[in-house]
Each structure stands twice: as structure tokens, then as C-alpha cells.
């Protein structure tokens, strides 16, 4: 989309997709050599030691309200990067395996619609 001005800070706006951010992580492994560590095996063991590190986050918190309005905004920006390295492993392995991670989505939301069916009133 396109760039806002909002109270003297410039804000951005973007839609990326997963086929643009798995492409951009093939790069970024490339550019390092890392492709060489790259196993499906060692990626999944990355992304269970990001998740990890996500729980962390909110292991001594208890309930959060939606929104997590009483957060410091440090510890928000700390979630959005502990997050955003979850779905980056798990784009990488989906890649890594061959897995076309916005086809078996789509599939799966068929699926669950028709395991759990909306109640009718």
C-alpha cells in the first residue's frame, strides 16, 4: 500500500505474502551459505526452539486480556519479533519440505469448517 504521515512519524504499510517471505528466506540462506544446515530436520528444531522462546514470553503472566492493553510496548515489539521468527522457521520448513504452506492452509480451513460446523440457533 502506501506511506502515512501520523503525528510527525512515518508510517508503513505492507502486505507481504508467504510465497514473497519464502522467497526472501531462500535469499537471505543463500547469501550466508546456510542452505548447507537447512534439513528439515534442523529447521524444525529451530522453530520448536522459537516457540520456546515465545512461551516465555507468557509463562509467568497468567490470562491476557486481548489486545494485551497493560504491555509495555517493548514487551509488545519483544512478542512481534519472537513470533515473526516462528513463522519464518515454519515458512522455511514448510519450503524445505515442499509443502506449498498457503495451499495446505486453505485446504485445512475446508476441512475444519466441515469438522466443526457453525451451531445454527
Known amino acids: 500500500?502506501?506511506?502515512?504521515?501520523?503525528?510527525?512519524?512515518?508510517?508503513?504499510?505492507?502486505?507481504?505474502?508467504?510465497?514473497?517471505?519464502?522467497?526472501?528466506?531462500?535469499?537471505?540462506?543463500?547469501?550466508?551459505?546456510?542452505?548447507?544446515?537447512?534439513?528439515?530436520?534442523?529447521?524444525?528444531?529451530?522453530?520448536?526452539?522459537?516457540?520456546?522462546?515465545?512461551?516465555?514470553?507468557?509463562?509467568?503472566?497468567?490470562e491476557v486480556p486481548k489486545g494485551l492493553p497493560n504491555w509495555e510496548e517493548s514487551d509488545k515489539e519483544h512478542l512481534g519479533e519472537e513470533l515473526s521468527d516462528v513463522l519464518l522457521y515454519l515458512i522455511r520448513l514448510a519450503d524445505i519440505c515442499g509443502i506449498d504452506l498457503g495451499d495446505a492452509v486453505t485446504k485445512k480451513l475446508v476441512k475444519n469448517a466441515i469438522k466443526y460446523p457453525p451451531k445454527l440457533l
Open 1 to 62: 500500500m502506501g506511506e502515512e504521515e501520523e503525528e510527525g512519524e512515518e508510517v508503513k504499510e505492507m502486505n507481504v505474502g508467504l510465497k514473497d517471505l519464502s522467497r526472501k528466506l531462500e535469499e537471505f540462506a543463500k547469501e550466508r551459505d546456510w542452505e548447507q544446515y537447512h534439513s528439515p530436520r534442523n529447521l524444525l528444531l529451530a522453530l520448536v526452539g522459537e516457540v520456546g522462546e515465545l512461551s516465555e514470553i507468557f509463562q509467568w503472566r497468567g
